[in-house]
């Protein structure tokens, strides 16, 4: 999956795939959720119908797109510029739908302005990110939601791999990092579906290194792969707190 970091100055972590392969990543997009269980987990606890969406980090705009078909207005901010032209050329002709160029930590966005701020694998992965959850509850209205969608590093297969390639990562600190800071976390399992093993192999080789590359293809049989998720979401308070 792809990600980016913030650095000090607003400057942005390379991702490691769709910034080199995005052909190969749209084949990814296609593939993942075939159940369709994510999208479904996402719309019961924040229904985007009729209402403006912000999709922080929409690389070439696969599902800002998707948002678009029923939201009042959809709106996808991407740091990497090549990205953002392509998410405008997807969008092209779409009423309500915009792209616009920059970090998570600095939203070119009003205040109170979205009813829904979404990021999936992007930015957003525990301590570090405080930045850009500041900058989305600024432009959340109160009642709005905050919602993350990361890949479930305790889930196998695909958690194991991730592991092996960022032992560095913990999944409890990341799981401690989300409930300090207000939110609600359920896991999401569903199915990544391709149409041959030559797209599998092509995916699995840009989200791994070489070696760990090898094992995921080793290890899997066919054209699917099973892929767990967390889905974290937050509210923005609609009045004043009283203690």
């Not at 959809?74 to 092209?92: F, K, N, S, T, W």
């Not at 002709?93 to 792209?99: E, W």
């Not at 791994?208 to 937050?234: C, D, I, M, N």
Request: aromatic residues 8%; contains cysteine; proline residues 7%.
């Amino acid at each position: 999956m792809r990600t980016w970091r913030s650095r000090p100055r607003a400057e942005v972590t390379p991702s490691p795939n769709i910034w080199h392969w995005p052909e190969v990543y749209e084949v990814e997009n296609r593939a993942q959720d075939s159940t369709g269980a994510l999208w479904s987990a996402l719309r019961e606890r924040c229904d985007w119908t009729g209402r403006d969406v912000v999709d922080v980090g929409c690389g070439d705009g696969f599902h800002l797109a998707l948002f678009a078909g029923s939201a009042r207005s959809a709106i996808g901010v991407e740091p990497h510029p090549p990205l953002a032209r392509r998410a405008r050329e997807r969008l092209a002709g779409v009423a309500g739908a915009d792209v616009r160029i920059a970090p998570a930590q600095r939203l070119p966005l009003a205040d109170a302005s979205a009813d829904l701020v979404h990021a999936r694998t992007a930015y957003f992965f525990g301590p570090g990110c405080e930045p850009g959850l500041a900058e989305a509850e600024r432009v959340l209205r109160p009642g709005g939601t905050l919602a993350i969608v990361d890949l479930d590093l305790a889930c196998s297969p695909y958690g194991d791999w991730m592991r092996a390639d960022t032992p560095h990562l913990d999944a409890g600190e990341v799981e401690a990092f989300f409930e300090r800071h207000g939110f609600t976390s359920r896991s999401v399992d569903t199915v990544w579906r391709f149409a041959g093993r030559a797209q599998l192999e092509a995916v699995l080789g840009i989200e791994f290194s070489a070696k760990v590359a090898r094992r995921a293809v080793r290890e899997t049989p066919g054209t699917t792969v099973e892929v767990g998720y967390r889905l974290r979401v937050r509210t923005k308070p609609t009045g004043l707190l009283r203690v």
